[in-house]
């Protein structure tokens, strides 16, 4: 539920956009052909026709949004001022309109209006303001009613955490809600504070957990800098935003970026690995690969389950518990390669080369991969993605859990191969090498990260020899 505390305005903002730029396509045409200020450019070559502009209106609009959206333009806000949105518009306008003119540049079947570009660049920078500048207010309005404010606890006492707690409680508008603080020597120093104290600091991570919290500010003193290493590797795995506010010397000395929250600086230690918009264009990437890969194979699925029913005994298809998002456990499906109730006097154990457990017909199928193959209904059904680090049993998640790093895996969804396995860390791999692979992946999402490790999956499922 945490992602979609930033869905609305980014939605509105988009549609707003989307409005203003065709708005302005509109009013720059009837500015330059049937505005008064045709007494000082007058129309020589004629009366265009307004379809060719809503034509390239049509291009321009998912072009602009998208340029808009790598600008981070459609990311969390929360606390934007109306000038920030001005100049960052002014900013995206122009590189649009260098990309509008290179394209009409191009494009020789219609000869468009050099004014109308002209006019173009102003009045979307006044129109996608104005529109921004609406969504601003209905944005304060909407968090000062309560509505989708993101959790947030405050760690340390000092008169830096006073000021940020009595800020965001008398500004709702801001779009936060204080769930209450933490103290660096488990003691209750801010006295007088409305609200409530939580507890020691140690209690951060099982807190953050089992309540559904958003952001972690930090605000510790100089002398409790020690415990923020131990906060910080405890909170692995956790999807919170955790910023900090850090020393004035540090932060003088410091050529980090740093986050303003009402006049204060904090320095962003650790962020969400996906905007929300990242979120949607992975999950509608995930559903429409996996959608298209089924209906292509699903006679090969049928075929995989006939060898294994005809091969051994026991089902062609199994659950098997497995370990995702946010460290919570799904059954992820498989066509089974191994006899039935293989683990029954070894336990949980990982398979090996020439695995004895393993079937005839599911040794062609772990070469290949086969068996992963029912995964696609996981990431149909949302459990899990195309890409991702690789979801692991709980039994060896619980072995894992102490290795730096390893519970930032959870931090996306798991995926049906991932950074690690198409460089080659399959199988028995060192689980320390492949966290780093998988961290790596959690850290620098892109779509067409993605599409690479698609491609790389192919080559290595076929000439891969460490699958087994």
């Known amino acids: 539920m945490r992602h979609r505390k930033d869905f609305l305005i980014p939605l509105l903002t988009v549609l707003s956009d989307a409005v203003a730029i065709e708005f302005s396509f509109l009013v720059s045409y009837w500015l330059r052909f049937y505005s008064p200020l045709t007494g000082v450019f007058e129309v020589e070559k004629g009366f265009p026709p307004l379809t060719a502009y809503l034509e390239g209106s049509l291009v321009v609009i998912p072009v602009w949004l998208l340029l808009f959206n790598s600008r981070g333009l459609y990311s969390s806000r929360r606390n934007v001022g109306f000038s920030e949105e001005s100049l960052a518009v002014v900013r995206a306008v122009f590189f649009g309109m260098l990309m509008v003119m290179a394209g009409a540049f191009f494009y020789r079947t219609f000869s468009y209006s050099r004014l109308v570009f002209g006019l173009l660049a102003v009045t979307s920078v006044v129109f996608i303001s104005l529109g921004r500048f609406i969504v601003i207010k209905f944005e ?66 099982q807190y953050v957990k089992e309540n559904s919290i958003d952001i972690v500010l930090i605000a510790l003193d100089y002398k409790d800098h020690p415990k923020l290493y131990e906060l910080v590797r405890d909170c692995e795995g956790l999807n919170a935003e955790m910023m900090m506010a850090p020393d004035l010397l540090e932060l003088m000395t410091s050529r980090v970026g740093v986050y303003e929250f009402q006049g204060i600086p904090f320095i962003r230690i650790k962020n969400i690995p996906m905007t929300t918009w990242n979120l949607i264009l992975k999950r509608a990437f995930d559903f429409t690969f996996a959608l298209a890969v089924i209906i292509l194979v699903s006679p090969l699925l049928l075929l995989i389950a006939f060898l294994i029913r005809l091969d051994s005994k026991g089902r062609a298809l199994y659950r098997q518990e497995r370990v995702g998002l946010d460290g919570t456990s799904f059954s992820v499906f498989k066509f089974r390669s191994m006899h039935v109730n293989a683990e029954h006097t070894s336990g949980p154990v990982w398979a090996s080369k020439d695995d004895p457990r393993t079937t005839r017909v599911g040794r062609i199928l772990r070469r290949f991969s086969l068996d992963e193959l029912p995964q696609l209904f996981n990431v149909l059904k949302g459990d899990m993605s195309i890409v991702g680090p690789r979801p692991e049993r709980p039994y060896f998640v619980e072995q894992f859990k102490e290795i730096p790093k390893y519970l930032d895996r959870h931090r996306v969804k798991t995926g049906m191969t991932g950074w690690a396995q198409v460089n080659g860390l399959r199988g028995n791999a060192p689980i320390e090498e492949r966290t780093k692979y998988d961290v790596y992946y959690v850290e620098n999402w892109t779509l067409a990260f993605d599409i690479k490790i698609i491609l790389k999956t192919i080559r290595a499922v076929l000439f891969g020899k460490d699958a087994y």
């Open 140 to 205: 304060q309005w909407w968090y000062a009613q309560g509505k989708d404010l993101k959790r947030v606890i405050i760690v340390g006492t000092n008169e830096t955490a006073r000021r940020v707690h009595d800020d965001i409680m008398h500004n709702t508008r801001m779009g936060y809600s204080v769930v209450g603080f933490f103290a660096a020597d488990g003691l209750q120093a801010m006295e007088g504070c409305s609200s409530e104290f939580i507890g020691p600091i140690s209690e951060v991570p």
